[in-house]
């Protein structure tokens, strides 16, 4: 795997964080009527829109910043996907336990669990093993 499509994906991930985290805090109320599946999740509440909104923001920042700074990657990235994976898994935990029926956790999952939460999981576990390997190479020239 090339650092260049690292970055590239961190980038796509970051910037589809960042993209909902502002429609989701300058337009809560729009958002909420936009995305099909959040209205059956209960009334709109622009407050706790806009909380969730900083969320993304906050994990859209620290994944930038893991694309463009390598001393500080390893950490931006388990920062900026944390939160990321706990919301995916919740979604997952809602339908195994009859919260959330399967068609709209089936419409949920492409947002939630799509992009960037797979793309995001599947590059953390490429760069880790390519971590590792680069460790133990460096290990064994020792």
Known sequence: MSERFAKAMICF???GC???AIFMI???MKWY???PTVSQT???NSHFITDVGLAYL???LMLSYGASSPS???QSLIAGV???IAHGLFHVFEFATGKATASRFLRDAPGVLGLPLLVMTALFILLVTHRVSADARSRRKD
């Open 82 to 84: 944390m939160w990321l």
């Open 58 to 60: 906050c994990c859209g």
């Open 26 to 28: 300058v337009a809560p």
């Open 13 to 15: 991930a970051a910037l």
């Open 33 to 35: 009527l936009t995305v």
């Open 18 to 20: 960042i993209a909902n």
């Open 72 to 74: 500080g990657r390893w």
């Open 42 to 44: 209960g009334p709109a």
